[in-house]
Every structure is written in structure tokens, then in C-alpha cells.
């Protein structure tokens, strides 16, 4: 049964049969004006391109949406709403979009994050229908790599009833990643409000501790995969250099939020980054690097497909999305 | 049979079996580092967006390369090359996308342009396995709206065997464009060159063109689609102002042909530009006027899916896509 067969299903059901589908089934968007047997269904998320003989698969996770009030730490409302603007994006809410990468090298498949999980907004949590429209299973993943430990990039491992998504990966972490969150110390000192945060990162890694793999940043973790430290967004925030002949891409993770805000003003300070001067330079330097030399980079709240190249423009930077291409 | 059982079918029973194949049922890009049963599909090239209360898909058809020599009329070639490096893009070839639009209003299914059907380049003819994707039937078309009469809009109304594609639809095209190309006098007088543009016409309308509706440019041609003249591409090219309550989407056609070259240096002529200057001032005129008002616009030519929104950049403009949402 196709996704559209299943959405017509359910919307003949009536809004009774909608209220009791969980979110992994259902489609978004659903209107009233739909409620005739026209199609419903968005293009599954997911998109594939190559980095030298790597593939790798961008997929998407759904979206959150947020207020600006309060957003960027360090400016005005009125400017934040003006780079909205400029971008052609709604000035009174911020979609924040999740897109994970999913690698093929060597006959491995490697996860780069996991998205929400059923853990976050009602509009994300698509990322199980995504990653199997793409022709994946969970169970195939042989490494799943986390560039760091905020709930909308680990929650996916692992389901709220405690059920493990990826039972053949292996779990890989940035060892000062782990060495923060861990450390029953730094939990105890945190604010009350960062308390939930170090509390779901025991949920998530409690039952396999013992057998996470923790890597150092500068090493070669998988083949054709190096981890680059990138603190600043959280202490062992990690962003990662893919290569494969003279394919290259960089994997920027959180270095920014939505890129028309923090691509295009480096400086401003999302109230994700734990530390917004850090971030900040760590942004900068990022960003130079990657717009000297031309890779191609991917970004995790980057607009699907999540993946581009970075101009410099002004002060500031821009992200040019790839064309979309229907050949691999 | 899933797309994806499909492929891995047709990559087990070997070379021949590819060879054999038609392009409609190949996934492109198909490489020998991905026949071990890994995935190869890419995502279907549909993309959902609203327009008020109007549901607009955006099917795409592939593409078709061309050298970048002798494409531009009127620039240096080491200035289209810079062009295309500024984007982002190969300097040696051009990738041109080809997105048609599938309107969805008062419980009628409206088609603008038809794609190559069998009779473009290997890497088009995606069309209707993108259409199905997203749910839609042929059969179930109610009206095939023509922008213009170039073999890339017209030649999926019609396969090379005679099939028409769309067995319950009107077909309605722009007065003037049907004036020009049904015109045997001009036929007759035109260069060999453009000859087989004027057979390729009689063979996709001539067996309907009794009962073709021919539309003036300036008037509500269906509910909530407005034609508007805009010559110089072809005689009567045409593009569509779409609106349903406060939506507005300006359906641009071939105002354009890539955005990169042709938005940002709106002087420049494609060859494909029957009229160069003419083109050229339509074209300055509707990116003018769809950049003072903001307005959604959706293009041919453009990476898909195909649509944004025009900003001003110095003395050329600079197509803004819209953020992909997983919600329609």
C-alpha cells in the first residue's frame, strides 16, 4: 500500500481514525479542501547525491517552528525580522527544518544524527518513513555518528518507550561530547533548564554506555570520514570532512542555524549555542574555510536538501543550494 | 513493485536487460559501484505548495545538457563560464531542468505544459513516472494549458507512436502562438532549421486541432489562471498569473531559461529566443514587476522545484527558491 492509498484511507476514516494515527503515519498539512480523494502526499524527504564514489542521502526530518522574540541573543527583533524578509521567509515564526545524512562508502552505511525521533514537534518525526522511501532499513546501519548531544539529533536512536532504532551500528560520539553530558558533576551544577537536556542524553545512551565508541576530533573515525572539533554550539560540537577522490564535502552540523539568519550574519548568537562567542568564532572560521576553498558543505537546519556551496557576501556569507538533480 | 524493487530487477539481469529497457522505466545515474543491491533511487520529482486555496505540484521531467558555446547570443563565452562559476555551477555544460505544473482548483486537475514525453534527450522523459508519483492519473487531467509551443512543453501531450496522454482533457493554447505555428505561409518560409519545430507542432495538436481552445492573452482562461502576453521567446508565448485569496504565483514559463544566467543577466539572449530583444524586454519587464510585488514565481527552466521569489542585484535580479516544507 502506497503512502497516498494509506492518506485517503485514513481521511475517509473520518477525524476520529486522525486523531488516533500516531505522527509517523500521517501526512502533513492535511485541509479540509483535500478531503476528496485529490492527492495529499509531499515528496518524501529525502534526496541523494555523490562525493566522489561516496553517496550520500540527505533526509529530512520534518520542521519546528519557533517565535523570533528571542531567538538571536545578540540583536535587535527588528533585525532578525528583516533578514527574514530578505530571505522571503515569514516574519512572525522561524521553520526550523532537521535534515540527518545517511553515507554510503564501502559497502557500510554510516548515519550522521538521527532526527527527533518521536520525541519532538508534532510537524517533525517523519524521518522512519523518509529513510525507508529512500530504500534504507534501520536495520542495515552499520555506524551511527553524532555530531553532538541535543535532543533533535539523538532522540531518533532511540524511541520514548525505549526502543533501540539502529540494533546492528555501532555508536560513535565525540569524546568531549560525551565527557560533558556524562559527568554527573556538570549535571548537578547545570541550570534546572538544562537539566532535561542531560537527563535525555542518559536516556538515549544509558543502556549501550559500555559499548560507545568515543573519537577525537582531527581523526579519520570511517573511511573517507574525519571529524573536525567545532565547539562553541555545545562543548564537543563536531563537524565532519567527507572525501573520496576529488569529491569533497563539509558536514557544518549546528555551526549554523537557519543559514538566512547565521549564514548570513556569523556573528548573531542562536539561543542553542551554550557558548555564543565560541559558536561565533568557530562559525567565522568555518565559514572563510569552506567558502576559500569551494566545498560543498550540508547543513542540519539548512533548508531540505540541505546542501550548497557558501559565498561570501559582505560582512556576512550566503548559502547557494545545489540545483537539484534528478540523476546521481 | 516499488521503483526501487524495479531497479534492483533490472540491475541483476545485467547490461542487456539495461539496454533494453525504456527510459521512462530507468532510474538515471545508474553507476557499477551500486549494483550490490544498495539503494540507487532518487527522489521522485514532485514538490506539493499552495497558492491560497489552489493546490500547485511541480513535476519535474529530468534535464537535458547543452555545451555553454553558441548558448548565450549576445555574451563572451568567459562571461557566461563566470556566470555559472558565481552559481556555483559546471563551467562546461549546462544542466537545463524542465518542471511542469500540475494545478489542483475547484475539484478540476489543470496541466501547464506536458514535458518531452518520448521525445527528448535520455536524461528527460521522467514526466509521468513523477506525475504517478504524486498521486495523479492522466486520464484524470481535465485541461492541458500550453505556455508556448517549443517540442520540450508540447511533445507529452503526445508519444512518438500517436498515444494522446491525456484522453479527458481540453486543450487550450495561446491564440497567437497557434496563429504563428499552424500557419503553413510561415511554415513554408522559414528557415530548415526551424522546420522541424513547425512538423513537430503539426504532429502533437493535429489530431485534436478541431477542438483545441485557443485563449486570448489578458483574460481568466480557468478559475483563478489569468494568461499574460509575453513574446519574444515565441510569437505568443505566454505567462500565467495564478491567484486564490491573498495567493499569487506569477507562472513565468521560458521568461527565463536558467535563472543563473538569465536572472542575474536579463539583457542576455538564449538561441532559443525567437526574438531576442523582444525577449529580453519581456523579460526585464517581468522580473521588474514580480520583484516589486514580491510575488511567488515559478519557472520552466529553474533547478526544481522550480520556484521563488525575484530580488534586485545590481543591475540583474537573483532568484530566491522558496525553503522546502514537508508540510503543504
Known sequence: MTRLDLSRRTLMAGAGALAAASSLDLPFGIAPAHAQGAPVNQNPGFYRYKVGDITVTAI????????LEGFVRNAELADVKKAMEQAYLPSDALSITFTTLAIQAGGKLTLIDTGNGDSGAPTS???????????????DVSSVVFSHFHGDHINGFRLKD???????????????????WMDDA???????????????VRRVFGPVAKDVKQFEAGKEILPGITAVAAPGHTPGHTVFAV?????KLMIMSDTTNHPALFVRNPDWSAVFDMDGPQAAATRRKLLDMVSAEKMQVAFYHAPFPATG????????????????????
Open 309 to 328: 556551496h557558501i559565498a561570501k557576501d559582505g560582512n556576512g556569507f550566503e548559502l547557494v543550494p545545489v540545483q537539484w538533480s534528478s540523476a546521481i
Open 243 to 247: 572525501a573520496s577522490g576529488s569529491g
Open 186 to 200: 556538570k549535571m548537578n551544577a547545570a541550570p534546572d533548564a538544562m537539566k532535561g537536556a542531560f537527563a535525555g
Open 60 to 67: 529530512n526530518d520534518g520542521f519546528a517552528r519557533r517565535p
Open 162 to 180: 525505549g526502543t533501540a532504532m539502529f540494533p546492528n551500528a555501532e555508536v560513535m560520539v565525540p569524546a568531549a561530547e560525551w565527557a560533558f
Open 125 to 139: 518525526g517523519a524521518w522512519q518513513k523518509n529513510f525507508r522511501a529512500a530504500g534504507f532499513d534501520p536495520k
